[in-house]
């Protein structure tokens, strides 16, 4: 069974880093074609697709956040970091996190999603 | 990259069939055939239940149906059912190998 599981700070202050844990089981991410994203989506909103690493440690990042954007993984603890800079009232959503599988260009299982508020 | 079009609404009642479009460019939708659909019920993730334009998971559904003509997907829902209430994203894979979603579709079973 596949689960994913996002953790990190439910309210941040304009200007600071949001950084973001995606704990996951079920797969393995040095596994030939697997990848973990991440969307987020704000209240009443529609998703907007953050940024996605692969087995091969290589990554893409949405291009209207790139410069503010990093992913990592420490495939030791099964765990997918994101983090996003210079945080703003308009980066308030949930954020997800999600398994793209070897054979999918989908994303086939999500994280419950943890919401997070921009505000001083 | 700008986001997916869909229409806001569409409705129906308890056994049609709705078709929902998802409109995009040929860096996206037109581009490959990676298009997936996903049915989202408030407060919970989205679940994905079309992938690569016309497959579905197992679990999912042989009412929902997808396919692709040029730069719009479109996702079908036959005998349209009151748990199929919910908003609904198609999201495409694009050529600059990244994603992107759609603005979304709320379902409204009359």
């Known amino acids: 069974q596949i689960t994913l599981k996002e953790s990190g700070p439910t309210l941040v202050k304009p200007t600071q880093t949001l950084t973001l844990t995606c704990t996951f089981s079920?797969?393995?991410?040095?596994?030939?074609?697997?990848?973990v994203g991440w969307i987020r989506q704000p209240p009443g909103k529609a998703p907007e697709w953050l940024a996605l690493?692969?087995?091969?440690?290589?990554?893409r990042y949405s291009p209207s956040l790139n410069n503010r954007l990093t992913i990592t993984t420490d495939t030791s603890k099964n765990q997918v970091v994101l983090r996003l800079t210079d945080m703003d009232p308009v980066d308030t959503a949930t954020y997800f996190c999600?398994?793209?599988?070897?054979?999918?260009?989908?994303?086939?299982?999500w994280g419950q999603g943890t919401l997070v508020t921009v505000s001083s | 990259q700008s986001a997916l079009t869909q229409p806001a609404s569409v409705s129906g009642s308890p056994g049609q069939s709705i078709t929902i479009s998802c409109t995009g460019t040929s860096s996206d939708v037109g581009g490959y055939n990676f298009v997936s659909w996903y049915q989202q019920h408030p407060g919970k993730a989205p679940k994905i239940i079309i992938y690569e334009v016309t497959n579905r998971p197992p679990w999912v559904s042989h009412r929902f149906s997808g396919s692709k003509s040029g730069n719009t997907a479109s996702l079908t829902i036959s005998g349209l059912q009151t748990e199929d209430e919910a908003d609904y994203f198609c999201s495409s894979y694009t050529t600059s190998s990244t994603y992107v979603f759609a603005t979304g579709t709320k379902v409204t079973v009359l």
């Open positions: 079920g797969f393995s991410l040095s596994t030939s074609g697997v990848g």
């Open positions: 690493i692969f087995w091969d440690d290589e990554k």
């Open positions: 999600a398994h793209r599988p070897a054979y999918s260009y989908g994303f086939w299982n």
